[in-house]
């Protein structure tokens, strides 16, 4: 199956920087997804991120704080902007085999954030 | 609005004690219910999709069964390699392929 490598695996912030979190995936995939899983909660998805088009954010989401770049089919990268402790969460990505609805997703290890 | 509700939030088990694992759901369009294991500190492993009520899968100690409102992980005398956290997800129809989890089961299984 295929595998995203996903960087950092961890980090401690400070409150009001940003962290950019990269992943790169060992194929090329047309659509890489963004969650956000916080302690006790689902994993809860940030953004959609298909190449060469803009992320498309859900709800409760915005581009001003968590911009999202999908350069080429293998590689995206999110920041986590102006940062708060409440942002402190395990962030990970994600995308899936193929173009059909019916394949499995796969998913990176995950970024554990901190921010102090 | 689609909704994943998962139960027990925490189990433990003895080695060999068998059990099951609940997922409901409620979704406009199932295109399918994903299991996955995630271990502390990595990211989920899937495990299975199925699509249709009425819908087995088994792998090893584990089989997961499909109805029209919820799925059952069944495991079957349990090692304590299976201790992990079960997370249950549904792909709805419409969507860009993204998952809807729910929050997961904690299993525990004790030597």
């Known amino acids: 199956s295929a595998v995203i490598s996903q960087k950092p695996s961890r980090d401690i912030c400070q409150r009001g920087t940003s962290l950019t979190i990269q992943c790169q995936v060992d194929s090329q995939v047309t659509m890489m997804f963004w969650y956000r899983q916080q302690p006790g909660q689902s994993l809860t998805l940030i953004a959609t991120?298909?190449?060469?088009?803009?992320?498309?954010?859900e709800s409760g989401f915005v581009i001003d704080k968590f911009p999202i770049s999908r350069p080429n089919l293998t590689f995206s990268t999110l920041t986590v902007s102006n940062m708060s402790p409440e942002d402190s969460s395990i962030y990970l990505c994600s995308s899936r085999k193929g173009a059909a609805m019916n394949t499995e997703a796969f998913f990176g290890q995950g970024t554990r954030l901190t921010v102090v | 609005e689609d909704q994943v509700t998962q139960s027990p939030e925490a189990l433990r088990l003895q080695e060999g004690e068998s059990s099951s694992l609940n997922c409901s759901y409620t979704v406009s369009g199932l295109r399918g219910l994903f299991w996955y294991r995630q271990d502390p500190g990595k990211g989920p492993e899937f495990l299975f999709t199925l699509y249709s009520a009425g819908e087995e899968k088994e792998k090893e100690r584990l089989k997961a069964t499909l109805t029209k409102k919820e799925s059952f992980l069944h495991i079957t005398a349990p090692k304590p390699e299976d201790s992990a956290t079960y997370l249950c997800?549904?792909?709805?129809?419409?969507?860009?392929?993204?998952?809807?989890f729910g929050k997961g089961t904690k299993l525990s299984v004790k030597p």
């Open positions: 997800a549904v792909r709805r129809g419409g969507s860009q392929g993204n998952l809807i």
């Open positions: 991120a298909n190449q060469g088009s803009e992320a498309t954010y």
